[in-house]
């Protein structure tokens, strides 16, 4: 049974920063992508940030560019995002999750992944 559990998240004024960890268990986690997404109130949600283990390639969606950084740890299966200069834009429930089998990965389309967690909360407040 596949297991993730987010963590991280909390109460930050602007410009202050965070890491968002998202602990996986019952896959091998070198094998898939991951992605983080998040949702904020009633907007759809969106991708933030995804990594392929193998290439180690990444990609960020244009508003978090050059403030989130995205990583991970195969050795604790965890994923993590580093998020600098925060805005009031970057509040939302953000999840994490993994890439369906033979689905791109670097779409940052949520219905191209599964296993999600029940997310974690961040709040900016100015």
């Known amino acids: 049974q596949v297991q993730v559990v987010e963590s991280g998240g909390g109460l930050v004024q602007a410009g202050g920063s965070l890491r968002l960890s998202c602990t996986v268990s019952?896959?091998?986690?070198?094998?898939?992508?991951m992605a983080w997404f998040r949702q904020a109130p009633g907007k759809e949600r969106e991708g933030v940030s995804c990594?392929?283990?193998?290439?180690?390639?990444?990609y960020y969606a244009d508003s978090v560019k050059g403030r989130f950084t995205i990583s991970g740890d195969n050795a604790k299966s965890t994923l993590y995002l580093q998020m600098n200069n925060l805005i009031l834009e970057d509040t939302a429930m953000y999840y994490c999750?993994?890439?369906?089998?033979?689905?791109?990965?670097?779409?940052?389309?949520?219905?191209?992944?599964?296993?999600w967690g029940q997310g974690t909360q961040v709040t900016v407040s100015s």
């Open positions: 990594i392929n283990w193998s290439s180690g390639t990444t």
């Open positions: 019952g896959l091998i986690f070198e094998n898939y992508a």
């Open positions: 999750a993994t890439v369906r089998p033979g689905r791109r990965w670097d779409l940052l389309q949520s219905a191209d992944y599964n296993f």
